[in-house]
């Protein structure tokens, strides 16, 4: 299996490399330091309600942190390759390019499940002191998952773009920032504009996974939003080889 | 030509943007051939080769490799083929036999294959005692036998090896050169070169390629005789150099005369001729003649002649 061995490869490439376990350490130290001060606050309001109250703000900052985790992961994915050369020296091999682009994602959406799994230390702390119950966990960290593999095909796909990591890096912030802020500001939109926006926010889908509760539509859209950034690195990578680009 | 054709490439063209790298180019490798690809930077020899070796499509023109249509069938032309590029690309970070495991899965050899291909291509390639030290870490001549190997992995029968001696030592050369002479008989092996001694101690036929145009085609002792026409000595006189030159110049037979490190270089059409007709006239001044050589243009000239004049049918 070709995916199977192009996901090894990159496995094997990011638990071979310092700046992976950096950012890991990062991501679970400010995962940590937020669970802290969630609880704290959670205990000083005198919350009931441990979804709402405490699962919602933890879930939603593990999602601010993936955020600037995912970016960091996917911008070697292609670009680095294609610096390199080698990604030239895998169109020499009997692969399909999907093989090569299905391989790349799942061992980017392994690492992001690995490291938001790591994140599930804190309920299970606080099992030992506190009632949880683990219904809207487990759709909060399925929400992470959904939307950390959206993330995931977005990276891929601008990595697929550029042989510059830092470019890949910057325009899947951009991107994502853009897919994040859509509807901030509501209030600055006309009703029109709103209308056509607010489907489009990619945060504003995980929302109710973070108060516990799994909607089709929005597991649908996370999915096909994936599924439209794999095929367009498809394109990409097919794209710049008729042009005859590096 | 021996045997079925490996590759088989017709009016092959390639455009990048507005530039036409390779402009209608047509050549067959025999089955079991070992051949030259010649030609000076930018000739269009590298992009040609990744089209072979399927990184590119072509923008115009039929290549068949082991008798698989290039773009219809990219996978079978593929499996068929090992390619070497220019400055061997790598990942760093991986150890060299995680590396070849890596593209011996990527290859599709036999899972329970896998492990013997690998060590056979390790120890053919002179790389057992570094097989677990990191690419990055290994010196250039290791990297490029790692080049090799990814290349010779599963046995296919046609390699393409794109400069497979650039940035090597002498003895490293040597060495590679050793290594692909072992493959003759038992593969193709279709080489991009501009070192022309490789060439000639490798090939049976040589093609020149030269801005995106077939220029010569044939063997290398061919191909030097087709352009060794001229004959050439190198003189040296004691006499005054501008006087020489002309006295030289005005010699019946004598084509040209260029100054040449504290001597002349004069060429003409015959050889026997030439040296008496120029001794002769050296002695009629009263200079003495210190030094006269006759010199045969190596395959190096050839090159540079048939690159600079244009075309030359074979």
């Known amino acids: 299996m070709t995916v199977v061995a192009v996901a090894r490869k990159e496995l094997a490439l990011y638990f071979g490399s310092l700046f992976f376990y950096a950012l890991a350490a990062v991501f679970l130290v400010l995962a940590g330091y937020r669970f ?30 993936l955020l600037v985790l995912v970016p960091l992961l996917t911008m070697r994915l292609f670009a680095e390759e294609r610096k390199l050369g080698t990604l030239e020296l895998l169109w020499t091999y009997p692969v399909r390019d999907v093989e090569v682009v299905v391989g790349k994602f799942l061992a980017c959406v392994a690492v992001v499940v690995l490291l938001v799994a790591a994140t599930a230390v804190h309920p299970v702390i606080l099992t030992r002191f506190y009632p949880v119950p683990p219904g809207p966990l487990v759709a909060g960290y399925g929400g992470l998952v959904l939307l950390g593999a959206a993330f995931v095909g977005c990276g891929l796909f601008v990595s697929a773009l550029t042989e510059s990591q830092l470019v890949a890096a910057a325009a899947t912030y951009g ?36 108060r516990g509760a799994i909607d089709t539509r929005d597991v649908a859209y996370l999915v096909l939003f994936t599924l439209a950034c794999l095929a367009f690195t498809l394109f990409a990578l097919d794209t710049r080889r008729w042009r005859g680009l590096r | ?100 495991g890596f593209v011996a899965r ?15 291509v390790l120890a053919a390639c002179g790389l057992d005692g570094v097989a677990h030290r990191r690419i990055g870490a290994l010196s250039k001549g290791y990297r490029q036998r790692v080049g090799l190997a990814q290349a010779l992995l599963g046995e296919p029968p046609i390699l393409l090896l794109d400069e497979p001696t650039i940035g090597l030592d002498p ?32 090939c049976e036929r040589v093609i020149v390629i030269a801005r995106g145009r077939l220029v010569a085609e044939g063997g290398p002792g061919e191909l030097a005789r087709r352009l060794g026409g001229r004959r050439r000595i190198v003189l040296k006189v004691d006499g005054p150099p501008a006087e020489v030159a002309g006295a030289l110049g005005a010699v019946p037979g004598v084509l040209t005369v260029e ?56």
């Open chain 2, 106 to 120: 990527m290859k599709r050899i036999a899972r329970a294959a896998q492990a013997g291909a690998v060590a056979r």
């Open chain 2, 171 to 202: 003895a490293q050369v040597v060495e590679m050169r050793e290594l692909l002479a072992g493959l003759r008989g038992e593969r193709t092996v279709f080489f991009s070169s501009h070192v022309l001694a490789e060439v000639a101690a490798l």
């Open chain 1, 175 to 210: 991107i994502l920032f853009f897919f994040w802020m859509v509807t901030w500001n509501e209030a600055a939109l006309s009703e029109g504009s709103l209308r056509l926006l607010l489907p489009l926010s990619l945060f504003d889908r995980f929302y109710p996974f973070a």
């Open chain 2, 259 to 314: 100054p040449a490190a504290d001597g002349f270089v004069v060429e003409g059409a015959s050889e026997a001729e030439l040296a008496r007709a120029v001794g002769e006239a050296v002695k009629q001044r009263g200079w003495t003649v210190l030094e006269l050589r006759h010199e045969t243009p190596g395959l190096e000239e050839v090159f540079l002649g048939l690159v600079r004049d244009g075309p030359h049918s074979a």
């Open chain 1, 36 to 65: 802290y001060t969630n609880l704290g606050f959670f205990v000083l309001m005198g919350g009931t309600d441990v979804a709402r109250g405490l699962w919602q703000y933890q879930l939603l900052d593990v999602q601010g942190l």
């Open chain 2, 1 to 100: 030509m021996p045997g079925e054709p490996a590759l088989e490439v017709r009016d092959l063209r390639k455009s990048f943007g507005r530039v036409e790298a390779v402009a209608g180019v047509s050549f067959r490798v025999g089955a079991g051939e070992i051949v030259g690809f010649l030609g000076p930077n930018g000739a269009g020899k590298t992009t040609t080769m990744r089209i072979l070796a399927g990184i590119f499509p072509p923008t115009a023109g039929e290549v068949r490799v082991a008798g698989h249509d290039l773009v219809r069938e990219p996978l079978a032309c593929r499996r068929a083929v090992g390619y070497f590029p220019e400055y061997a690309p790598f990942y760093p970070d991986l150890g060299v036999q995680a590396y070849l």
